[in-house]
T-cell receptor
Framework: AQSVSQHNHHVILSEAASLELGCNYS??????LFWYVQYPGQHLQLLLK??????LVKGIKGFEAEFIKSKFSFNLRKPSVQWSDTAEYFC?????????????FGTGTLLAVQP | DTEVTQTPKHLVMGMTNKKSLKCEQH?????MYWYKQKAKKPPELMFV???????INESVPSRFSPECPNSSLLNLHLHALQPEDSALYLC?????????????FGPGTRLTVT
């Protein structure tokens, strides 16, 4: 069965610290990978996505993620976090070429950035 | 307009009530989704509509009844709910069902069943 694991459930950082959130997936085929963010009181929004091509993907607000196929990983990074990055971050996967667009989410990582 | 709107924002209902949640998008998307999100958990897919037809039902109890009256609107009719159904209900849409399409999410309806 498809699944997504996010190892860090709760991360606390100081402003300007670097961020890396882990995401591993289990899927018997090629995948599409997403990172969504949910700011406090706001709706889920897409940070970045990977379908094919360059495994290093750049998203909004200075975030990037690297797809490492051999490790089944899609870790999210940001070199210097800001207080406004405080949010919950979800990694998600769909099966490549599928016709159902069924998003499987990880359990989420709650990031708190201290000023 | 890249917005998905949901009404109401909050809903409190008794176990014998009948209520409906509404979702609307004007992006011309042909696929729409209902998700359920419990506190401190990820969203879980409930239903998928494609071109106004039900495409996926993730074995959701019949006390939840979806409806897609047109390509812009998605409703979720609620009847005889249980307290454990209390959750944030999210609506999303995408251009189609291709797995590469991004889903756009609404702000959700926070439902409390008493």
């Amino acid at each position: 069965a498809q699944s997504v694991s996010q190892h860090n459930h709760h991360v606390i950082l100081s402003e300007a610290a670097s961020l890396e959130l882990g995401c591993n997936y289990s899927y018997g085929g090629t995948v599409n990978l997403f990172w969504y963010v949910q700011y406090p009181g706001q709706h889920l929004q897409l940070l970045l996505k990977y379908f094919s091509g360059d495994p290093l993907v750049k998203g909004i607000k200075g975030f990037e993620a690297e797809f490492i196929k051999s490790k089944f990983s899609f870790n999210l990074r940001k070199p210097s976090v800001q207080w406004s990055d405080t949010a919950e971050y979800f990694c998600a996967v769909t099966g490549y070429g599928g016709a159902t667009n069924k998003l499987i989410f990880g359990t989420g990582t709650l990031l708190a950035v201290q000023p | 307009d890249t917005e998905v709107t949901q009404t109401p924002k909050h809903l409190v209902m008794g176990m014998t009530n009948k209520k409906s949640l509404k979702c609307e998008q004007h992006m011309g998307h042909r696929a729409m989704y209902w998700y359920k999100q419990k506190a401190k958990k990820p969203p879980e897919l409930m239903f998928v509509y494609s071109y106004e037809k039900l495409s996926i039902n993730e074995s959701v109890p019949s006390r939840f009844s979806p409806e897609c009256p047109n390509s812009s609107l998605l409703n979720l009719h609620l009847h005889a709910l249980q307290p454990e159904d209390s959750a944030l209900y999210l609506c999303a849409s995408s251009p189609g069902l291709q797995s590469s399409y991004e889903q756009y999410f609404g702000p959700g309806t926070r439902l409390t069943v008493t």
